[in-house]
């Protein structure tokens, strides 16, 4: 194969937010379509220009697995991963963050980050305060 050139990585913006601590999804500056993951242009209307928006982060569980197998450090097993759909239309993939194994769908989440716990992003059921997070 040849060598590539890597025009853009626009991933780099989504990861340098988790850091601050901030969810961000991308915006389209021309319709308005919300999007995530992150990429170089709108599926809606082709437009390469785009705000960063933060996530509230609040939302509901739209699919989930538990995961029963050992995966990369930083994991105990097993794990639930959460698809949680945001109040703001996307969907972002993170730990389940409960006691409970598995939750059902639309239970309602909050999203908290911390990158030092080995998911880069987790949800809590809002029923369950107190766990933790990012306060
Ligand atoms: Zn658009």
Redesign the pocket.
């Known amino acids: 194969m040849g060598a590539c050139t890597k025009l853009r990585d626009d991933t780099d913006l989504f990861w340098s937010g988790l850091q601050e601590g901030r969810l961000l999804f991308q915006q389209?500056r021309?319709?308005g379509?919300a999007r995530f993951p992150f990429r170089m242009s709108?599926a809606?209307?082709g437009?390469v220009e785009n705000d960063l928006v933060e996530s509230v982060g609040g939302g509901v569980v739209y699919s989930c697995t538990r995961v029963e197998r050992p995966l990369p450090p930083g994991f105990s097993e097993p794990y639930t991963v959460v698809l949680v759909e945001v109040e703001e239309g996307v969907r972002f993939l993170g730990l389940y963050d409960s006691e409970q194994e598995m939750p059902e769908i639309g239970t309602r989440v909050q999203a908290y980050v911390n990158p030092e716990n080995g998911a880069p992003v987790s949800f809590r059921a809002e029923s369950e305060p107190g766990k933790s997070g990012n306060g």
Do not use: A, K, R, V
């Open positions: 389209c021309d319709c379509l709108c809606g209307c437009s």
